[in-house]
């Protein structure tokens, strides 16, 4: 049964780097059938999507947010990450992870959140 | 950036009603929209993509429908498990942009 968990500090000084850790059991990074994602939500802004990577290493990410965000992959350890940097209460949610599936032209496409990790709440203060 | 709007923002039911709500693209995303059922504490989860497929599992009460710019998603028979907040995803672009949310709340 595929199952992503979320780990990393649940609290985060302004100005330092969020960083944060998906583990993925069930299912295998490297068998390239699927991207990987992450998501935020906030009760200002609802859902936001942040990053998604593919096994191989390709990113895509929130033009809003991409000057301060990094998403990686080690398929080693089955795990993907995200780190924001200079962060403010503004990033202040609960983060998910997530497995992106669909198709375009019979390849595997970063469309839909078809499971998604239980979430964690990091919390951006002094 | 192509947004989405979701109406009502909130909407009253009983258990046994149909109830439908609607999401709005801010441009054409074809079919490329995806639904989702929040409930407090939990996850999102995925229900519907392709603006009509039913991920496999969902109950077939759930149901989706549109193209181009406007969509539904529609809850025949509620349930009281069904009482949650929907959202919708937009994935033309890649962005995968999501409406603001309906919460479905018991008359």
């Known amino acids: 049964q595929l199952q992503l968990k979320e780990s990393g500090p649940r609290l985060v000084k302004p100005s330092e780097t969020l960083s944060l850790t998906c583990t993925v059991s069930?299912?295998?990074?490297?068998?390239?059938?699927?991207?990987w994602a992450w998501i935020r939500q906030t009760p200002e802004k609802g859902l936001e999507w942040i990053a998604t990577?593919?096994?191989?290493?390709?990113?895509y990410y929130n033009p809003s947010l991409k000057s301060r965000v990094a998403i990686s992959v080690d398929t080693s350890k089955n795990q993907f990450s995200l780190k924001v940097t200079s962060v403010t209460a503004a990033d202040t949610a609960i983060y998910y992870c997530a497995r992106q599936g669909g198709y375009r032209s019979v390849l595997p496409a970063p469309e839909y959140f078809d499971t998604w990790g239980q979430g964690t709440l990091v919390t951006v203060s002094s | 950036d192509i947004q989405m709007t979701q109406s009502p923002s909130t909407l009253s039911a009983s258990v046994g009603d149909t109830v439908t709500i609607t999401c709005r693209a801010s441009q054409d995303i074809s079919t490329w929209l995806a639904w989702y059922q929040q409930k407090p504490g939990k996850a999102p989860k995925l229900l519907i993509y392709?603006?009509?497929t039913l991920k496999s599992g969902v109950p077939s009460r759930f149901s989706g429908s549109g193209s181009g710019t406007g969509f539904t998603l529609t809850i025949s028979s509620l349930q009281s498990d069904d009482f949650a907040t929907y959202y919708c995803?937009?994935?033309?672009?890649?962005?995968?942009?999501f409406g603001q949310g309906t919460k479905l709340e018991i008359k």
């Open positions: 990577i593919y096994y191989s290493g390709s990113t």
């Open positions: 392709k603006a009509s």
């Open positions: 069930g299912d295998f990074i490297s068998a390239g059938t699927y991207y």
């Open positions: 995803q937009q994935y033309k672009s890649y962005s995968g942009s």
